[in-house]
């Protein structure tokens, strides 16, 4: 049981170019997020799916995609990265909605953008 | 629309004194709470939860927390800091049951240990 995998977990991307930061659990979580963390910001949400086939824009969303064909993986495009997009992101899942149900984080993805 | 409030983004406790985190949060219906500690170039990690079981949460690592309805706050406490307890934690609330609802964190609060 891997719970929730990020990939690449270090990336160097230049101004313009597109990439895909990759998200996968294993766990049949149904609810999956991402979120990016800048310093003394704490987290943003940036999209979020409550289920395959929907998905649904969080506090920061401009300038990125997801998609959500499959309950295990939920990816998370940037179209034409952008020096302010420099973060530090992170994908997690939750089960379902039930009082207090865990959220399970990945490790991160450190992203530059130069 | 919920959220939440951190008061301080660095807290600085000796070895062996009382850990303080404050956070209150906003929220239409009765809130889901937890605490997370984030260390240096990790994720994120629970440490505790709140369910209507019980108003007082116990966590991992000697950490609680108690949720006060009429203060609208679920403030972390530990009775006696470790240096390994320096890292980031973190606040979050969600309104849960309903589609729409998102999981929003603080903005986290650092805390340091002094020796």
């Known amino acids: 049981n891997a719970g929730v995998t990020q990939t690449p977990k270090f990336r160097i991307l230049k101004i313009g170019q597109s990439m895909t930061l990759q998200c996968a659990q294993d766990?049949?979580?149904?609810?999956m997020y991402w979120y990016r963390q800048d310093p003394g910001m704490g987290l943003k949400l940036i999209y979020y799916s409550v289920g395959a086939g929907i998905t649904d824009k969080g506090e920061v969303p401009n300038g990125y995609n997801v998609s959500r064909s499959t309950t295990e993986y939920f990816p998370l495009r940037l179209e034409l990265a952008a020096p302010s997009q420099t973060s530090v992101y992170f994908c997690a899942s939750i089960r379902d909605r039930s009082f207090g149900n865990t959220i399970y984080f990945g490790e991160g993805s450190w992203l530059t953008v130069v | 629309a919920q959220s939440v409030t951190q008061l301080g983004s660095h807290v600085s406790v000796s070895e062996g004194a009382l850990v303080l985190l404050r956070c209150n949060y906003s929220s239409s219906v009765p809130p889901y709470l937890f605490w997370y500690v984030q260390y240096p170039n990790q994720g994120l990690q629970l440490l505790l939860k709140?369910?209507?079981?019980?108003?007082l949460v116990k966590g991992i690592n000697g950490f609680e927390a108690e949720f006060k309805k009429s203060e609208t706050s679920f403030h972390l406490t530990k009775p006696s800091a470790h240096m390994s307890d320096a890292a980031e934690y973190f606040c979050a609330v969600s309104e849960g049951g309903n589609r729409d609802d998102k999981i929003i964190f603080g903005k986290g609060t650092r805390l340091h240990i002094l020796p």
């Open positions: 766990m049949n979580h149904n609810y």
């Open positions: 709140y369910t209507s079981a019980a108003t």
